[in-house]
């Protein structure tokens, strides 16, 4: 991806002298804050644990150690979700950040010609209460693949039915690793695009969208590049549209960069 704006690029920080480094086998497959590390040697039969890195010794044992956690304040926001990390066991949503754990998600740039539809989240979100999203946007639950994920949660978060769901695109991918309030958020974001009908409106369905807005694609990128409105996700999904867009042959942008 090109250079993000200042303030996308400032909120993508992600410093790994922070952090120790969760491991299983010979992998390491999270990032955890030192205080969360120290913790988890109190579990030495799950945990072994040391100020260069935690070692997973029984991921059968976790789910104990999350609850626990969830408990103390280590775990916030608790989903009722199950999400599947490194092939290897699932793990309770709300742990994956304060695990930095890898997770997966599908999000949707959706427009209308050169407009695009943002969705304002609800102001009872866990993650990023209040703030501007992509129409679609969802992490992909243990037992859902990529497919099934896109055509749930476009019908939750806006009653975009499957049929037409299923005329999204595959664009490209985003990967995250930044730090968060949380944790450390890991993410690898599947990015589609979908071409809505004029006269289509969004619903929302599961009571997680507070508003809808359609707006020009030079306002979505304004938002983009000089405010913090959008979540780091939207934005980031956003300017993967705007980057395959402008390097399309015959727009205006190709043309600009060939003139040059």
């Keep these: 991806m090109k250079a993000l704006p200042p303030s996308l690029a400032r909120r993508c920080r ?6 120790v480094p969760l491991v299983a086998g010979r992998a390491r497959i999270g990032w955890l ?69 890898a997770t997966q998600a599908v999000h949707v740039n959706a427009t209308v010609g050169e407009t695009m539809w943002l969705a304002r989240r609800s102001p009872s979100k866990p993650t990023d209460p209040g703030m501007l999203d992509n129409l679609v946007g969802g992490g992909i639950g243990a037992t859902l693949s990529v497919d099934e994920t896109l055509v749930k949660e476009a019908w939750e978060e806006a009653g975009i039915p499957a049929l037409l769901a299923r005329r999204a695109s595959a664009g490209g991918t985003v990967e995250l690793l930044r730090e968060v309030a949380e944790g ?27 508003e809808f807005r359609l707006v020009p694609l030079a306002e979505a990128r304004r938002l983009i590049d000089e405010t913090d409105e959008l979540t780091v996700d939207a934005a980031l999904v956003a300017l993967d549209y705007f980057n395959r867009r402008s390097a399309r042959p015959g727009s205006a942008s190709a043309a600009a960069g060939r003139a040059t």
């Design 14 to 19: 992600f410093r790994a002298e922070l952090h």
């Design 184 to 210: 450390v958020q890991s993410e690898l974001i599947h990015v589609y695009d979908l071409e809505l009908p004029a006269d289509f409106a969004p619903a929302n369905q599961d009571g997680e969208v507070a």
């Design 33 to 101: 804050r030192p205080e969360l590390a120290a913790r988890l040697a109190n579990w030495p039969k799950v945990f072994q644990s040391s100020a260069e890195a935690v070692r997973l010794l029984d991921h059968g044992g976790l789910d104990p150690v999350v609850q626990e956690l969830a408990r103390e304040g280590f775990i916030p926001g608790w989903r009722n979700e199950r999400y599947r990390i490194a092939g290897l066991f699932d793990i309770e949503r709300a742990a994956a950040r304060p695990f930095g754990l």
